[in-house]
């Protein structure tokens, strides 16, 4: 097991996560790795983003139009070759180590923070 650094409640509230649903997806062959591209809804107050996730093993595109996902709303734009993904989906590896996505039991408003 990784030893990582404890941290305070506060670095931890410094995350935003929030819930969105996934409104657009295609594939994204231009990444390195196998991957999908996704628009985002989070709700009036934060609205649309792009992101793009290697989670090609356990989804498809059209399997993920109206899925809500979790994802870090408050790092910094980041070039994911030509797209800029606006937002970290989160997700976990499997015994594989495909990603599975991190997403609600039930449905929750977009734009809803992790508490």
């Not at 090609?56 to 979790?70: E, F, N, R």
């Amino acid at each position: 097991m990784d030893k990582t650094p404890t941290i305070d409640f506060n670095d931890f509230m410094a995350v935003d996560i929030r819930i969105g649903t996934i409104i657009e997806a295609a594939p994204f062959p231009e990444a390195r790795k196998p991957a999908i591209k996704m628009q985002i809804d989070f709700g009036a107050d934060i609205g649309v983003k792009k992101s793009s996730a290697q989670i090609t093993v356990h989804y498809s595109p059209d399997t993920l139009i109206g899925q809500q996902v979790m994802a870090v709303v408050n790092f910094p734009p980041r070039q994911i070759g030509p797209i800029m993904s606006e937002v970290l989906t989160l997700g976990f590896a499997d015994a594989t180590g495909a990603i599975v996505l991190g997403q609600p039991e039930q449905l929750v408003p977009n734009g809803s923070r992790l508490i």
